[in-house]
């Protein structure tokens, strides 16, 4: 979108090239860390600072997460020990029972991050947790068809205001080139939740028998009433925002409040319904919802049917089969944490996530093309640790390009909203008439990978022109007066001085 011209004008414009070599110079962000903090705040002090909140707020994010995934996705587990069975799930009962959670997740998703907005993540997160362990119980009670439609509709509610309300959470306490690395940790809780969860459920479903329960139903229970344990010490254990943080001295809360604006150049921060709209409006951001539509159907039919593909690819039982499921996820967390510490030190995203979907497609490809057992166990691999590392890459680089908190909060609550819509599409993928070799599902996965792709190459390439075309046409934003920032603070990503990570 072209800017106002009524701002700061460079005398001299420079070639394209030019300007995305001197991207270092123009760019805030590209500017040595030194550089941003406050005088008595050095580039040691502040490592120290960061790892401190790091230490008090990462572990506990992704044990949220961990929880959060878990108990959206031990049904794929249940599955294979009589849920199907015992529920009379015949045809498509089961896929409908999987894909009606993700339409009231999706719905969950911008009001909750707007109500957090409004008030304390302290009291909203820890809320929708005990929600949700409280629905995720109740499966382990349900006695048909209808009880579960009910409780999985409840479940993804109550689940829906978690991802996007961490991720808008983190960008409210790290600067835009800190957030992909964190956001990479809370993810890879995700990753740990499908290995830990592979060896969680193989141990709770020998429990059949307990109660008279089958496994499947003791496997929805204990993680029901362990979410509900950790959701109660959340109101105790979360903090707000670092303003009212009460482990950090006055002066560390007065640094990470500077170095956020001098990250956010004074950018819009109050709660205003019109940047509500300003979200609803930019294209970019519409954009980004289709790379992550791309991107989440892969994700949730790998998460949903990892043990279903594992088990069609030998002669495996469903005990064995659960474990096989965990070495791609381990391997697929390593990928995750090392790639989103590397985007932040390169301070990119989309090259990262070209790859990545690289690795995806290779992976799909080894599964559709050979029926060799090998093969196709290591094409999960390749599909694992293509899948993953890409949903932190995709909501950091989406939530770097949005100028302004409400804004922001918003438009990554959209980007993961229709993300998640790629749930309803996975869970129709893998029907047990395609068994064992699921052409259908690997091959719309492949097309929803190969639209991602372009899509990616597509915005990485604008952005790229567009913070060119900044450059030649306005001063370096290093240049801009408080005074100029603040004429143009509403415009968020529009103002001139703003420069899109690429």
């Known amino acids: 979108m072209a800017a106002d011209h009524d701002a700061p004008v460079r ?12 991207e270092k110079a123009a760019h805030p962000e590209y500017t040595e860390d030194v550089a941003l903090e406050s005088a008595g705040w050095d580039a040691q002090r502040t490592k120290k600072l960061l790892r401190k909140v790091d230490s008090r707020l990462l572990p506990f994010l992704a044990l949220l997460y961990l929880l959060s995934f ?3 996705t031990n049904i794929g587990n249940a599955k294979l020990e009589l849920l199907t069975q015992d529920l009379k799930l015949t045809g498509l009962k089961y896929n409908d029972a999987l894909g009606i959670f993700f339409p009231f997740y999706v719905l969950a998703e911008v009001p909750s991050n707007m109500a957090m907005k409004r008030f304390r993540p302290s009291i909203w997160i820890p809320s929708i947790m005990v929600a949700w362990g409280i629905c995720c119980t ?8 209808h009880g579960l439609m009910a409780v999985r509709s409840c479940l993804g509610l109550a689940e829906g205001g978690l991802f996007p309300g961490i991720t ?11 957030c992909g690395f964190r956001m990479a940790i809370f993810f890879s809780a995700a990753t740990a939740a499908g290995a830990f969860g592979g060896l969680l459920a193989r141990g709770i479903l020998e429990m059949k028998g307990v109660g008279g329960y089958n496994g499947w139903r003791w496997l929805f229970i204990l993680e029901g009433i362990l979410t509900f344990i950790i959701a109660i010490i959340a109101f105790f254990a979360m903090y707000d925002y670092p303003q009212t943080a009460k482990f950090l001295k006055p002066e560390e809360r007065e640094e990470i409040a500077a170095r956020l604006k001098r990250d956010r150049s004074s950018l819009a921060d109050e709660f205003d319904i019109k940047y509500f709209f300003a979200a609803l409006k930019d294209w970019k951001i519409w954009v980004h919802m289709f790379i992550t539509i791309g991107v989440y159907t892969g994700l949730y039919s790998y998460s949903l049917f990892v043990p279903t593909i594992i088990n069609s690819i030998g002669t495996f039982s469903p005990e064995q089969s659960q474990l096989l499921t965990v070495p791609p996820y381990v391997v697929a967390c390593l990928f995750c944490i090392g790639a989103g510490w590397y985007a932040d030190r390169l301070k990119q995203r989309g090259i990262f996530m070209l790859f990545f979907m690289g690795m995806a497609m290779i992976g799909l490809i080894m599964l559709m093309a050979t029926r060799t057992p090998g093969v196709r166990y290591l094409g999960c691999f390749f599909l694992a640790s293509g899948i993953y590392p890409n949903v932190p890459q995709g909501v950091a680089w989406n939530g770097n390009n949005i100028g302004g908190s409400l804004k922001r909060g918003v438009g990554i609550a959209m980007h993961v909203g229709f993300g998640n819509l790629g749930g309803v599409i996975s869970s129709y993928l893998f029907l047990s008439k395609q068994s064992p070799h699921y052409y259908q599902g690997f091959g719309t996965l492949l097309g929803c990978q190969v639209m991602a ?20 046409e306005y001063k370096p934003p290093s240049e801009y007066t408080e005074e100029e920032k603040i004429a143009e603070r509403e415009k968020g ?8 990570t690429v």
Do not use: C, K
Not at 168 to 178: D, F, L, V
């Open 11 to 22: 005398d001299v414009p420079t070639t394209e090239n030019s300007s995305v070599n001197n």
């Open 70 to 72: 878990l108990d959206r």
């Open 138 to 145: 109740l499966m382990g009670v349900v006695q048909n068809y």
């Open 168 to 178: 808008y959470y983190i960008t409210m306490w790290y600067r835009r080139h800190e």
């Open 453 to 472: 792709f372009v899509l990616s190459a597509f915005m990485t390439i604008y952005l790229r022109r567009e913070n060119a075309r900044r450059d030649r």
């Open 493 to 500: 990503d529009n103002a001139t001085f703003f420069r899109y």
